[in-house]
């Protein structure tokens, strides 16, 4: 019998475990294995399932804060044209220079966080610099709309992230406890059939190794159930 690890794929530790509830339904000595190994199996399901609706719950939140980025760029980009029109009307660059010190692409190349930071920064100059007065005028109330809505994006993306963490941990915990129960389950059947290890198999499916992947236990390798993909490790995606 192969015994997985708990880094294995919660949907192949599912496959084996509802096979491995199955066989345990065959024989009434083996029942009572089967209705105390179900709550973890349940609990597994239920740990990969949150963890899927985690996943899809961040996509939104991911999208909108882009979409209010690039918003709030093309608002920077106004600004920079409005400055140079001044700018060109006076023959000089004095308000760019003092809305844009370090150039236009300083302030629209930063992502997420960083790009809310230096906006804000750059709402200030704009605000106290005398030259910028007639740009601040015509820009100033978009401006803090799209620095609202970024903002708010961001903080709406941060709790989805935030969430997806929490149910990949929780997942983590419900591998590790299946995992835990199934290898308890095998030494519970070597008990009840000692040196008959044929009869001991039928409760536990076969799997195999993603390329030789260390997923399972003691080096028996079938090759009837298929490698399962995804676990639901890792962090999230960073925009």
Partial sequence: ????????????????GNFHLAALDQGETTK??????????DALAAAKAAREQAEQGLIK???AARFAEYALECVLREVA???HNADNRADGDLVFKAIFPNGLDAEVRPRGVTQLTVSTALRERLDSQPAAAAVKAQVMK????KL?????????KRGAERALVTARAAEDGARANFVSGYDSNAGAIRQMFPRNRVR????????????GADNGGDGDKGNDVPPAAGGGTGEPKKD
């Fill in 1 to 16: 019998m192969q015994i997985p690890l708990a880094k294995a794929a919660s949907q192949l530790l599912l496959d084996l």
């Fill in 32 to 41: 009572a294995l089967g209705n105390t190994f179900k709550s973890t199996v």
């Fill in 61 to 63: 939140p991911r999208v």
């Fill in 81 to 83: 044209s409005l400055a």
């Fill in 142 to 145: 978009d401006l803090d709309t």
């Fill in 148 to 156: 609202s809505a970024l903002g708010t994006a961001i903080e709406a």
């Fill in 200 to 211: 001991q198999d039928l409760h536990f499916d076969q799997f195999r190794t993603e390329q």
